[in-house]
């Protein structure tokens, strides 16, 4: 198991919406989809988009600078597409997000 390093409250992720959010130096995007939270890495391996400001859709989220979507699961990512996801756990009202050692 990595480091949990809280990066938000739930409250400061509006349902339907995403944050940026610096843990240890890492810019990730935050992501609240109808009770999940989700975490990459918030700079597009494409384009460099800030994924944060992209559009978020049933598990996906769309780069605000060239449109590619990435789901926000590991396991429905058909190949490895470089963008870093982060396991992602609620403790009562906080955000944790687990970094890698």
Excluded: N
Aim: charged share 30%; glycine share 12%.
């Amino acid at each position: 198991m990595g480091r949990l390093i809280k990066v938000a409250e739930k409250k400061d992720v509006p349902d339907g919406e995403g944050i940026s959010v610096t843990a240890e130096g890492e810019k990730i995007a935050l992501f609240h989809e109808t009770g999940e939270f989700f975490a990459v890495g918030d700079m597009c391996p494409h384009a460099g988009g800030p994924l944060s400001e992209g559009w978020l859709d049933q598990g996906e989220i769309t780069c605000p600078w060239h449109g590619w979507t990435f789901p926000l699961r590991k396991q429905d990512a058909e190949r490895d597409d470089g963008l870093p996801r982060y396991h992602v756990i609620i403790e009562g009202e906080d955000i944790l997000i687990e970094l890698p050692e």
